[in-house]
């Protein structure tokens, strides 16, 4: 036993509540079921509760029991979305832990989706899917899905400055250089979009993936047959983009796929571009509400 | 040329402003001067402006310069840390960037500390370092430092269950298993600070690593003598530690070492255990003020 | 035109046979008929074939093709495991390349097993399972399985050094030290087994991850109730192990079960434990044939 | 004490030798002196040594003692290269482990190199360097150097597809389209040698990097002027290339470059391209000797 005075400040030192306590990194297998069928995505899970100041440690395995539970249910009734898993498992985490105020779950996957080259070549394009939920208790979950679509970027700035040296070069082609696409450098992109989906509403994670594969300056494909390969370079090349402007073209369709959503809806688009001319990669970011961008 | 309505609607979809546009990845040595010698980091930058609604792109390449200039400098004159290095980046890209309000530079290194073991076994111990600076035209820059220290846990649960199942199965043992430490999990873990260094204030990176150390289970060395493992796994084991306990630890020195830090200083302590037991992760964490941890 | 002369020179230069041309990095969900069910993997794979010295170019589109094809078929009828999936892929890949010699497919993939805790709690352990087929004109094709699995080594060495100091600090206690389990530090260990499966032999995985699992301190469950903690920590410390015995006893297990096997066997083995005391990895490695193991 | 028979058959059980044990990722400064000045560069290191069947354990303290010593010497004496270090370790190594035969080290580290941009802007590149040496008691230790360059590659096939089509659509520009560079797919290109340097020779890694950047379409640079960009945009589509030509120029240049290296001199020569219009990588190797490529 030690000096009561001594556990007080002892106490009083250590008393602080945590933000998040929780497990990292959990993997499960989740049936899904989509409209074209039943899907199973390889999940990776962090599953978090809050802790008060008077606590010491929080029941961590709970949260692992809790994700066992909720997906191992989705063998037998799969879910319609990873948004809904999410949400379930925050509500159940605030029951079974019943000193905390606060839950959050954040899960990402792999995802496949049927895409159709544009001499309609078919093959399973991959996708990373994300999905995240906040319970606090006493209000409304908050639900949030995402998606990250890899895809091409071809950059204007290069393309117009490499269009003023050609026509210097070649002035017996001159003008016609305005009629046709002119070199430049084009890279792999990574397009990420992470938003909230408000109660009452649905958000179908394939609308985001045709959002930002119509934002980039061409989507990509598993499978090209040279003929294709010719169109999608031609096509990336009358779209050249900075991800400044993919980000801006996200923007504006999610405002418009979505306009009935309200204005506290939150929304993150990111686009990073792995540079082909440099060894460092460009990113454009806006992490916002509806309500700021109908501004 | 296109129909004014529709060039208007068509500016009105796309006049967002963007959050950060710059560079990420990009990797530099820098020559930093400390109390016992001048080190080169190997470090790797991101760099970052806003956009202003009305304009399309942000001159990236002058992010690179602005590193460039700044850090080749280093070579004649070392900075005294991360932290000043990653400021006066800040407020030369807002002085480049005329168009901008916000700047933003996220530095992350690798850093080496000479370490003694229990038994005085001297070894370089590796940590990775961070620093970032928020620049906001016509306000104060916010500096942080952080480091990520790799250390040691063991379990205070698993400990206690292990004692009763013990006792029970060796009574002629009995109480004396109180008087020595009994087996449990340990692991690696990882902790993080990540801090704001008020301005006229000074925060050596050092202290946070020893603050670290101090607050988990036991430190780790490259280098130990048998008699040193012994010892480690004792002290480790005379004091298991939660990752909250580490958290909390951590933030309540953090006040004691820098009490006269103002109450809006902003502080982030996370703690992840790799569980031996389990193939997931253990973590907690507070993201808060001065102030509010004062409460 | 040039010189032919030149032409011969510079067609000599260049004239080399490449080992290995293909595509890596390809997402594939993956449908397996285990003898428990039908099972979805979320795949990663890696095809490539060589290319003779006369020719400039290899058609990469053919690899995902194929891969396209082989992978769609088990949505309708499902493989029995990824190695028969990657033999047909070598077999149709030097059908499509006709200018080939050899041919190789690795796939890796997430892959999930119901396990038991000692106390009954069950539970989805993850493991990353892994195939590879060598394909060879007017050869066999050779084909691999393998597994990793994440689980606990306690060390040995710490633990008698823990020993002899408590015995000194505790003479009341003393000789009884030698009876219960004594304090050492203990990890996360990662161990891979990469096998051949002879033509005309069957290997499960399932029996891969017995066999490491067996030959650890101890396995590692996701959930985990109090008392079992305490069982697989006593566990642990009454097996411990160097990373070196893992791999022996991994190696000795396999000679057992597949003794029929012939010697032409290749067979490597691979444990790292990330060292709770040290921030580096300790790793022991056997890379060699049932033959050279039986001498 | 158990029956003998059991402990002869368990001993004949575990009696393996085994290939490789020691220890990963331990992190290290080490300072190389080059022709331009000395460098420190942030290594990562793996130090190996085999392990007889009749002992249980490698003194695995002893490797991370070596590189200490070794290492830290270099801050007073810098070495020449990481090659020299590796191999002055290998020695040291089965100096200290009398039982081994076979020793191992394998160095990794960012390296960074001044270059000029096609409009003579210099700017500070990144490259990442390996070195690794094998020691065999009584016979001379191996010594291999390595680097990976990132730059880029354009595609010459889909290149010919689109000047075709463009052909078709624009027959007022005609055959002029074969004067110019067309566009096609480009994109970052990561591209390795590792390369072992026979005795009695030097390598000099800048000479490596030199011949690898000559070998892609183009080299990358972190900050480039708007002409810059334009002029390395046309030089890239000047030199159309495949990861099967890197991989072959790269060869072709080495045997010019070390032409008075034995037949015997080993050499991995490995081209991995980021695909822009594809989610996955296009990849060419050879794994060869001199004497195979002078066939």
Same mark, same amino acid.
């Given at each position: 036993?030690?000096?009561? #005075?001594?556990?007080?400040?002892?106490?009083?030192?250590?008393?602080?509540?945590?933000?998040?306590?929780?497990?990292?990194?959990?993997?499960?297998?989740?049936?899904? $079921?989509?409209?074209?069928?039943?899907?199973?995505?390889?999940?990776?899970?962090?599953?978090?509760?809050?802790?008060?100041?008077?606590?010491?440690? @929080?029941?961590?395995?709970?949260?692992?029991?809790?994700?066992?539970?909720?997906?191992?249910?989705?063998?037998?009734?799969?879910?319609?979305?990873?948004?809904?898993?999410?949400?379930?498992?925050?509500?159940?985490?605030?029951?079974?832990?019943?000193?905390?105020?606060?839950?959050?779950?954040?899960?990402?996957?792999?995802?496949?989706?049927?895409?159709? @080259?544009?001499?309609?070549?078919?093959?399973?394009?991959?996708?990373?899917?994300?999905? $995240?939920?906040?319970?606090?208790?006493?209000?409304? #979950?908050?639900?949030?899905?995402?998606?990250?679509?890899?895809? &091409?970027? #071809?950059?204007?700035?290069? &393309?117009?400055?490499?269009?003023?040296?050609?026509?210097?070069?070649?002035?017996?082609?001159?003008?016609?250089?305005?009629?046709?696409?002119?070199? /430049?450098?084009?890279?792999?992109?990574? /397009?990420?979009?992470?938003?909230?989906?408000? @109660?009452?509403?649905?958000?179908?994670?394939?609308?985001?993936?045709?959002?930002?594969?119509?934002?980039?300056?061409?989507?990509?494909?598993?499978?090209?047959? $040279?003929?294709?390969?010719?169109?999608?370079?031609? /096509?990336?090349?009358?779209?050249?983009?900075?991800?400044?402007?993919?980000?801006?073209?996200?923007?504006?369709?999610?405002?418009?796929?979505?306009?009935?959503?309200?204005?506290?809806?939150?929304?993150?688009?990111?686009?990073?571009?792995?540079? @082909?001319?440099?060894?460092?990669?460009?990113?454009?970011?806006?992490?916002? /509400?509806?309500?700021?961008?109908?501004?």
């Amino acid at each position: 036993m030690c000096d009561p #005075t001594d556990v007080q400040s002892a106490l009083a030192e250590k008393r602080f509540k945590l933000t998040r306590v929780g497990v990292t990194g959990v993997k499960k297998p989740i049936e899904v $079921r989509r409209p074209w069928g039943t899907r199973t995505l390889n999940a990776t899970l962090d599953i978090y509760v809050d802790l008060p100041s008077d606590q010491r440690g @929080s029941h961590m395995s709970r949260n692992v029991e809790v994700s066992g539970e909720i997906v191992d249910k989705t063998v037998r009734e799969p879910v319609e979305g990873l948004e809904d898993l999410a949400a379930r498992m925050c509500d159940l985490l605030l029951e079974r832990h019943g000193y905390a105020s606060y839950s959050e779950v954040d899960i990402r996957a792999d995802y496949f989706l049927e895409k159709e @080259s544009p001499k309609k070549t078919t093959s399973l394009e991959n996708y990373q899917i994300r999905a $995240r939920a906040e319970g606090n208790r006493n209000e409304k #979950t908050r639900n949030y899905i995402g998606v990250t679509v890899v895809g &091409m970027t #071809t950059c204007p700035c290069a &393309m117009e400055g490499v269009r003023d040296a050609l026509k210097k070069e070649h002035p017996e082609i001159g003008k016609k250089l305005d009629e046709i696409p002119v070199i /430049t450098h084009n890279q792999r992109n990574k /397009t990420t979009v992470m938003m909230e989906v408000p @109660s009452q509403e649905n958000l179908e994670v394939n609308d985001l993936i045709e959002i930002i594969e119509d934002s980039l300056s061409s989507a990509t494909h598993e499978i090209l047959k $040279r003929e294709d390969e010719a169109e999608i370079v031609k /096509t990336a090349h009358e779209n050249p983009k900075f991800v400044e402007d993919v980000v801006r073209d996200v923007l504006s369709a999610l405002l418009k796929e979505y306009e009935h959503f309200p204005d506290s809806t939150q929304v993150e688009v990111k686009s990073e571009s792995e540079e @082909s001319i440099h060894k460092h990669n460009a990113l454009a970011e806006r992490v916002t /509400t509806f309500g700021e961008l109908r501004e």
